[in-house]
């Protein structure tokens, strides 16, 4: 970690699998990435039990500081962060040099993130115009409840968002009426992962179907592997 703080030339850090590592441990990490001369601009985290504490020292030290992160995965990094936790981190990302830029990538996949985060990250998005990517895979927490607001955010014209991940979660019909909604009115994105949703039945994929016929849909890649009652897309 003291390593860290003094190499300007670094670009890419991946602790991806780390198990060992302890809250002391990510904290003293966080404080030397908060160097304001930090050239890292990728972080990999992913499949490390960084939980509350761990995401609360990555957010107020290293975070706030870092003008050239463009690149964050912390994808299953805890089943029981708090939402004191997700707030801190939610609340940093709103409020700090993110918010005009670089941040473009985002993984949360696996953190069974619920609806109340959710709704603190719909300000994230609405904030953050470089972002271009988010991933929110197998975030099972997520009810109808947290999914319908969160399509809605994504009307915002700044929007920047090419890359939407959500596989893997408990998207039924409800949520893709809204989804589609939001999505005609979105010129960003071009892929859209909703493999393994099987709450999604005949209707909604109709309801998909005729967002892919709509003019303005700028959808390119869709991906429905493992679905049921998907034979309807046509």
């Known amino acids: 970690a003291n390593g ?22 990510w904290t003293a990490l ?12 990728e972080l990999n985290f992913s499949r490390n039990d960084i939980g509350s504490d761990g995401l609360h020292a990555l957010a107020i030290c290293a975070l706030a500081n870092n003008t050239k992160l463009k690149h964050l995965d912390l994808s299953s990094i805890s089943d029981h962060i708090s939402l004191f ?3 801190t981190f939610f609340t940093l990302l709103q409020n700090s040099n993110f918010s005009s ?8 996949e ?20 470089s972002m271009t990517y988010l991933n929110l895979s197998c975030n099972l927490h997520i009810t109808t409840a947290g999914w319908r607001p969160f399509f809605i955010s994504l009307q915002n014209h700044n929007s920047a968002l090419e890359n939407l991940y959500l ?5 039924g019909d409800e949520v893709v009426a809204t989804m589609v909604d939001a999505l005609s009115n979105m010129r960003s994105l071009k892929e ?13 994929w109709r309801m998909i179907s005729n967002l892919l016929q709509q003019p303005n849909s700028r ?11 998907n034979n309807n897309l046509n």
Request: with cysteine.
């Open 4 to 25: 860290l703080s003094s190499n300007c030339m670094l670009k890419k850090l991946s602790l991806m699998e780390n198990p060992n590592i302890t809250a002391v441990g």
């Open 101 to 108: 830029g670089p941040l473009e990538k985002l993984v949360l």
């Open 30 to 41: 966080a404080r030397s990435l908060s160097n304001p001369n930090s050239s890292v601009e």
């Open 110 to 129: 696996g953190n069974n993130i619920g609806d109340e985060a959710v709704d603190l990250m719909m300000n994230v998005l609405a904030n953050i115009t």
């Open 192 to 204: 859209l992962h909703l493999s393994h949703n099987n709450l999604i039945t005949a209707s909604g």
């Open 167 to 171: 596989g893997r979660n408990n998207i």
């Open 85 to 87: 936790g997700w707030r």
């Open 219 to 229: 959808l390119k890649t869709l991906y429905l592997t493992s679905n049921s009652s």
